[in-house]
């Protein structure tokens, strides 16, 4: 299991802000964040079809939709919608007493599982 850097991404005050897409970079990360009512998720910044970036789409019944082409993504397990074929990368989140933390695998991981 890799270590999980967990980073603060903001404070309470977003637990009532309206829903959202947005991007955001994190230690050099960039990732999408979205808040579908009183749920966060994280997941990679660029789309896995052609590139578009996935904080211009929009969040439909916990699933993302890509502004491109509209592929739709699921939030709560990454997998493409049946046909695509593919997925997105997520991050865990974690509502707590000071704010909204993202959890990011510590950097280097796979290069000392690889040895690269
Ligand atoms: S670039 Fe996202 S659906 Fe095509």
């Not at 049946?82 to 933390?101: A, H, K, M, S």
């Amino acid at each position: 299991m890799p270590k999980i850097n967990w980073i603060k991404i903001f404070d309470t005050k977003i637990l009532q802000a309206a829903d959202f897409v947005r991007g955001l970079e994190i230690s050099g990360k960039r990732l999408c964040i979205v808040k579908d009512g009183e749920k966060f998720f994280a997941t990679q910044f660029y789309c896995p079809h052609a590139g578009a970036v996935l904080a211009d789409g929009w969040c439909k019944e916990q699933r993302l939709i890509c502004p491109y082409h509209r592929y739709e993504y699921d939030l709560k397990t990454g997998r493409g919608a049946p046909g695509q074929g593919d997925y997105i990368d997520l991050y865990p989140t974690e509502v707590r007493e000071d704010g909204l933390y993202v959890g990011l695998p510590e950097p280097g991981f796979l290069k000392k599982i690889f040895r690269f």
